[in-house]
C-alpha cells in the first residue's frame, strides 16, 4: 500500500511559478511509476505528466509542454512538478498517482492516489 501526499499548491498570478511536491510512503517506490493530474471545478480529472520508475522516461500534455517539468528524486521518495509561466487556465486541483507499471496518461492504471493540492492561477 502505497501513500501519496501533495504539497506546495497555492494562489499566483498568471506567469508566475508553483513547485508541486509529492511524498511517498508505504511501498517499493523505486518500482513504481509516478503521473501528475488535475482537476477542474466542472470538469472530468485529466492527465499533466508522468515519469517512469527511474526518471529517464517522462510524458506531458501538450498544453503544459515547455512549461511545467515533472521528476522525481527515488532517494528520498518524492516526485516534483515544476510549474513555470502559470495560466488561469491551470487553476485545478492536482493529484499525485502512482502505477506499479507504466501507466502514461491512462488514470485507470493508477493504484494510488493522494488527497490533492489547490493551485490557483490569477490574472
Known amino acids: 500500500q502505497v501513500q501519496l501526499v501533495e504539497s506546495g499548491g497555492g494562489l499566483v498570478q498568471a506567469g508566475g511559478s508553483l513547485r508541486l511536491s509529492c511524498a511517498a510512503s508505504?511501498?517499493?517506490?523505486?518500482?513504481?511509476?509516478m503521473g501528475w493530474f488535475r482537476q477542474a471545478p466542472g470538469k472530468d480529472r485529466e492527465f499533466v505528466t508522468c515519469i517512469n520508475s527511474s526518471g529517464g522516461v517522462t510524458k506531458y500534455v501538450d498544453s503544459v509542454k515547455g512549461r511545467f517539468t515533472i521528476s522525481r528524486d527515488n532517494a528520498k521518495n518524492m516526485v516534483y512538478l515544476q510549474m513555470n509561466s502559470l495560466k488561469p487556465e491551470d487553476t485545478a486541483v492536482y493529484y499525485c498517482?502512482?502505477?506499479?507499471?507504466?501507466?502514461?496518461?491512462?488514470?485507470?492504471?493508477?493504484?494510488?492516489w493522494g488527497q490533492g493540492t489547490q493551485v490557483t492561477v490569477v490574472a
Open positions: 508505504g511501498g517499493t517506490f523505486t518500482t513504481y511509476a
Open positions: 498517482a502512482a502505477a506499479p507499471r507504466w501507466a502514461g496518461d491512462n488514470r485507470y492504471a493508477y493504484d494510488y
